[in-house]
């Protein structure tokens, strides 16, 4: 998946990659896998009305810019017991996507001005999924 964004006139582009896209007709559904514990989409993506997790709105905002259409997204949960597998799709709206594009508009412009946490322990760079946009030179 590629999202491309202008955000305050500096373009850039969202990737990220998609576990599932199932179609009927012209029917569409976007799902991540989750193993363990099944969580409604709604609990792990928002706290309190405020965005926390954009992944599966920036996902249907990719599908709906690309294909014209909006998609319903959730879960594929894979937990350890067999009785909770099974697909928990959002109950999100047109307005709640288009306010999860707006929060990955502020984040970006957080991002930009560095306001985001660093850590004191280099060693943890090497693992940080963050490295190229936090610019900290970093050993290998």
């Known amino acids: 998946m590629e999202l491309p964004l202008t955000v305050d ?3 850039l582009t969202i990737t ?4 599932r896209i199932d179609r009927r007709g012209d029917a569409c559904r976007i799902l991540d896998y989750k193993t363990g514990a099944p969580h409604p989409p709604e609990q792990q993506h928002q706290r309190k009305e405020e965005w926390v997790q954009l992944q599966l709105p920036l996902y249907a ?4 810019t690309t294909r014209g259409t909006s998609p319903s997204v959730g879960y594929f ?3 350890d017991t067999r009785d909770n597998t099974g697909v928990v799709t959002a ?4 307005d709640d996507f288009a306010a999860a594009l707006a929060a990955t508009h502020r984040a ?7 306001e985001f ?12 999924p963050y490295t190229r946009i936090c610019q900290r030179p970093h050993v290998d």
């Not at 990220?16 to 576990?19: A, Q």
């Not at 412009?109 to 560095?114: F, I, K, L, S």
């Open 9 to 11: 006139a500096v373009p």
């Open 16 to 19: 990220g990659r998609i576990d």
């Open 61 to 64: 905002v990719w599908y709906a």
């Open 77 to 79: 949960n894979i937990p």
């Open 91 to 94: 109950a999100w709206t047109a």
């Open 108 to 114: 970006i412009r957080r991002m930009h001005a560095a």
């Open 117 to 128: 946490p660093r850590t004191d322990r280099m060693a943890t760079c090497a693992y940080c």
